[in-house]
């Protein structure tokens, strides 16, 4: 059984951080967690700005240099001391707008806040610029009142919600910026905050975890826009890769994977179709957490899809495979942007640990399975893979080890019988059309015979029988009379009254 999974096994080992530090790694982050994934991060652009300042000064230097010999050169020479003191005024004016430039990028701490102070109470929300106001869509508000309202009880809500609020208004402006940056700005932001509750509450994690899922409904809600499938990424172009690959591979079938399932059972079949319809949801969600809770929720009706079928709880082996399987199904829309959107702007904590950490590094590991899905992996040969990939044959059409050959013959085999059985079925049809034409004669000769028939019986009654008299006053009184003449109680009725006169 392990030989037949070779392509598809995954040591635990494997999930985790290759730093060793027991989280769970990501292959965006090149198999690191999130942590290691920052801090390697971090010495990388440490390495940099040293070589830059190196290079910086090594270049300052040289200008140094050059300054100098062209000034012993003025002194030589005085006629040119004009265009020197020109070229010094043009230094002075050029470091001053690098000056300049940078106290733009610096925040100043004189600047007076404008809109932090405004009351914290929900019927005055945050009233961001007209142009920000007039892009927040519905879930954005509703995102803004329902974080009022879960701050409310707390001390520091209204410093928290400052903050955040200041946050998002910073990075909607911020456009420019590509989505690495933008991330690390809000995982920055993440881990501070995160930092001053844990001194302000003391080490209670719950409450803190609790008040970050909020943090993050708010401000992911609010930049989802900006935050997800940004233009300076090359993420749609990678969602329609997969999805032409996911595509492509729609013969690929349980056996092939290895997949425990059976889905003649109904309660497998639902559990199915429930993780289908999951991991296709996850594209409506705009909050990380929520996209994660779409993609626990699968995994979990996969286990007890697996636990029906195999009447045993489920392994790490048979899990990976059938999330494989789910995902070929499903097909799921823009599944790199989700995946990428969930590892730049999710909690790191969530991710690192828990079963949602472990389930979205599974899903991750059967994307880049699916991407580089070979014959070998679904115990095939090269030339079988080619010809499953390209078309030309399916595993429903038996292969003979002929190979390319065979495969082509039994292809044309099946379009010979197809065309026999059209020319049946053309045969069939025009007996079909000729017993129409038939039944069509019979129903003509049919009524005229009716007509025939029904002229001869009226040809032999008489005429006077036809139109009869009409019936006079008389008869019209017996024919009255005689409604009665069937009624025989009439018989036993006594005679009727004769009216008497009396004298008077």
Not at 42 to 66: F, G, H, N, P
Not at 404 to 415: G, R, T, Y
Request: proline share 6%; charged share 30%.
């Amino acid at each position: 059984m392990m030989s037949q999974r070779r392509g598809i096994h995954l040591d635990q080992s494997e999930l985790l951080c290759k730093k060793g530090c027991g989280f769970y790694g990501n292959t965006a982050w090149q198999g690191l967690c999130s942590k290691c994934w920052r801090e390697e991060n971090q010495r990388e652009k440490q390495k940099q700005i040293q070589e830059d300042w190196a290079l910086a000064e090594r270049l300052q230097r040289e200008e140094e240099e050059a300054y100098a010999s062209r000034q012993q050169k003025t002194q030589s020479q005085p006629s040119i001391t004009p265009f020197s003191k020109f070229e010094e005024r043009k230094t002075k004016e050029k470091s001053s707008k690098v000056n300049t430039v940078t106290k733009f990028f610096i925040p100043s701490t004189k600047t007076p806040p404008k809109k932090d102070a405004a009351p914290f109470d929900p019927q005055s929300s945050p009233s961001p610029s007209s142009s920000t106001s007039r892009k927040s869509s519905v879930d954005s508000d509703i995102a803004t009142r329902e974080f009022i309202d879960f701050l409310k009880p707390l001390k520091s809500g209204r410093e928290i919600f400052k903050q955040c609020r200041a946050f998002t208004e910073t990075m909607v402006y911020k456009r420019d910026i590509g989505a690495d940056e933008l991330s690390e700005c809000v995982q920055d932001f993440y881990q501070n905050l995160s930092e001053r509750l844990q001194t302000q509450f003391k080490g209670s994690s719950d409450e803190v975890e609790c008040i970050m899922d909020e943090v993050e409904k708010y401000i992911m809600t609010r930049l989802y826009k900006e935050a997800f499938c940004p233009e300076t990424t090359d993420d749609e172009k990678k969602d329609l890769a997969i999805q032409k690959r996911i595509r492509a591979l729609h013969w690929v079938t349980i056996e092939m994977l290895c997949v425990p399932v059976d889905e003649e059972i109904p309660e497998v079949s639902d559990s199915v179709v429930k993780a289908i319809t999951d991991v296709i949801e996850m594209d409506s969600k705009r909050v990380p957490k929520n996209k994660l809770g779409c993609i626990t929720r699968c995994s979990k009706h996969i286990f007890n899809a697996i636990k029906v079928s195999k009447k045993e709880a489920a392994s790490a082996d048979d899990f990976l495979p059938t999330l494989i399987y789910i995902v070929l199904k499903a097909n799921p829309p823009r599944l790199h942007s989700n995946i990428q959107y969930i590892t730049r702007f999710c909690n790191p904590s969530r991710l690192m640990t828990g079963e949602d950490g472990y389930y979205f590094t599974n899903l991750c590991c059967a994307v880049a399975f699916i991407e580089k899905l070979d014959g070998q992996s679904l115990n095939l040969s090269s030339e079988e893979f080619e010809l499953y990939m390209s078309g030309q044959a399916s595993p429903n059409w038996p292969l003979t080890s002929g190979a390319a050959s065979s495969s082509s013959n039994s292809a044309l085999s099946q379009v010979h019988k197809r065309l026999d059985l059209l020319t049946g079925l053309g045969e069939r049809q025009e007996r079909v059309i000729e017993k129409a034409r038939q039944l069509e004669s019979d129903l003509i000769d049919w009524t005229d015979e009716v007509e025939q028939k029904v002229q001869s019986v009226l040809e032999s009654f008489p005429p006077d029988m036809q139109n009869p008299p009409a019936p006079t006053a008389s008869g019209a009184a017996a024919a009255s009379s005689a409604i009665d003449s069937d009624n025989v109680e009439n018989e036993l009725l006594p005679p009727p009254l004769q009216p008497q006169v009396f004298a008077g």
